[in-house]
């Protein structure tokens, strides 16, 4: 049963050959036998799940289910949930109830779908590698001794593990992308605005974009309709209606226009990458696609820039954590000065604070205009390229990451390594466009992802994109040996 997709479950719970609580239950028994290993879940909402999956049981057998009651699903750590721990990896709210929940879980909950825990993360979002967690690194499911990549990497090594059925992600630079490549399963980055960002703990509140991570690109479409659409509560969140995904799922490819950018293919690209890229072109080209050459030129300075926004984004962000309000508080401060500090440098962890003072210092006077504005004027030219290529054709391909997972410590001491390992994801966040991320292929036992970059509002075509690509391919459909 775990290691059918989220349409097989629906059918079996609303054929009644399995209800939500045994659903939940087998996936609670799986967390319990296989998370020592892995460290995917912070918290396992073990009672809360069991209480969710009886009233699911109930719609279901008075008929007033929707396609998704019953479903298990877990949470990224980031999405408030009321009266469950809401720590975003980081000790500073390891002691945080949510009084709310976020826009995200109200939805999962109206549709009726089961929590089954909160998955562990980077702290505040910030990493490639989900090593910078206060609850210690998250293990990549192909190989214990691999990152799943970050900082979404609990939710993706838990669905990659069959631990969950599906997992939210937040993507600020590549964090639903780069750990769905790393993991071998489906994610997926909506447009900026697609997805209420009310109760997603805010890291670059610019960038930041909450999404999806599942087995398939099928399912992606179904849980996408639950979270997508306008919410009052952020000002940010598009009124453009979401369409229903699941209808255009299997539309005709033919005539298809797929641009290939020469920026993403060259000496830093692992050579079983390119080459697993090269094969599923061919396998567009077979359904009728059209291959361009295309230009993304600034996708260079596309790092540089993200590293002064984001820092500066977070800076501001993060002020909030100050022991007064909410968060970890030191121990028997002498003044106000030395609760603030010591508050915040025990509670924050190495990296946060490292973007947190290149953030404030880019923000300051005297420098806002050297940095933050330039940075600014070039995530302008970044959103130009894009715009520019997609004039001629109608998905962008390319590979999600440079190379395939990297061992546990392996960059940890040089973060400018790190920060490449996103190098072809971060220009679509400050572009804001729709990106998803899909297997295509292994090497060295570890999986390839494979980037679909979609224009604005353009998730229909990109799952109908992946969807295509998933009845011709298997390896949507690999689990990892021992789990
Ligand atoms: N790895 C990038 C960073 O550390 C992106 C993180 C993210 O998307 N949340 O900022």
């Not at 009726?112 to 690194?137: C, H, I, Q, R, W």
């Not at 900026?192 to 599942?214: C, E, K, N, T």
């Not at 396998?283 to 295309?294: D, F, M, N, Q, S």
């Not at 390839?448 to 229909?460: P, Y």
Request: glycine letters at 8%; a neutral charge; one cysteine or more.
């Amino acid at each position: 049963m775990f290691t059918k997709s989220i349409a097989e479950l629906s059918q079996a719970l609303q054929t009644k050959k399995i209800s939500s609580h045994e659903l939940t239950q087998m996936y609670l028994e799986r967390i319990k036998q296989f998370d020592k290993k892995l460290n995917s879940f912070i918290t396992v909402t073990e009672e809360h799940a069991l209480q969710a999956a009886k009233k699911a049981d109930v719609q279901l057998a008075i008929g007033n289910a929707n396609i998704l009651t019953g479903i298990p699903v877990a949470q990224k750590d980031i999405f408030c949930t009321q009266g469950v721990k809401t720590s975003c990896g980081s000790k500073m709210l390891d002691n945080f109830i949510s009084p709310y929940d976020a826009t995200v879980i109200k939805r999962f909950n109206a549709a009726g779908m089961v929590m089954l825990g909160k998955t562990n993360m980077d702290e505040f979002a910030m990493g490639s590698s989900n090593e910078n967690s206060y609850y210690g690194p998250v293990k990549n499911p192909w190989n214990l001794e691999y990152v799943p990549g970050g900082s979404s990497g609990g939710s993706a090594a838990a669905v990659a593990a069959n631990l969950a059925p599906a997992a939210t992600g937040t993507d600020t630079g590549g964090s639903i992308r780069q750990p769905a490549a790393f993991c071998g399963i489906s994610g997926i980055k909506p447009t900026y605005g697609r997805v209420s960002r009310y109760g997603m703990i805010a890291f670059a509140s610019s960038l930041d974009q909450g999404g999806l991570f599942a087995k398939s690109a099928e399912d992606l479409a179904l849980l996408l309709n639950v979270i997508a659409g306008f919410d009052e509560n952020d000002s940010t969140s598009a009124t453009i209606a979401a369409p229903y995904y699941a209808t255009t799922l299997n539309n005709s490819l033919k005539g298809l226009r797929i641009g290939l950018p020469k920026e993403f293919f060259n000496e830093a690209l692992d050579k079983d990458i390119a080459n697993a890229i090269q094969a599923a072109v061919k396998v567009y080209e077979k359904l009728g696609a059209t291959i361009h050459e295309i230009s993304l030129p600034r996708t260079s300075l596309s790092i540089p820039a993200y590293y002064v926004i984001a820092p500066a984004e977070c800076s501001s962000n993060l002020a909030r954590f100050d022991g007064v309000r909410y968060g970890h508080r030191c121990d028997a401060p002498k003044d106000l000065e030395d609760l603030y500090k010591r508050s915040r440098s025990e509670g924050f962890g190495k990296e946060v604070t490292r973007r947190i003072m290149i953030g404030t210092y880019a923000l300051s006077a005297g420098y806002f205009d050297a940095y933050y504005l330039k940075a600014q004027k070039i995530r302008r030219l970044v959103a130009q390229d894009f715009h520019e290529a997609f004039k001629s054709v109608d998905v962008i391909l390319g590979p999600t990451t440079p190379s395939p997972a990297f061992k546990l410590g392996e960059k940890t001491s040089d973060p400018l390594s790190m920060y490449l390992s996103d190098i072809y994801t971060i220009a679509v966040n400050l572009a804001g466009l729709p990106g998803m991320s899909i297997p295509a292929g292994f090497t060295a036992g570890l999986p390839i992802g494979m980037q679909l970059i979609g224009n604005a509002f353009g998730e229909a075509k990109l799952l109908n994109i992946a969807h295509g690509y998933q009845k011709e391919t298997d390896w949507h459909t690999k689990t990892p040996e021992g789990f």
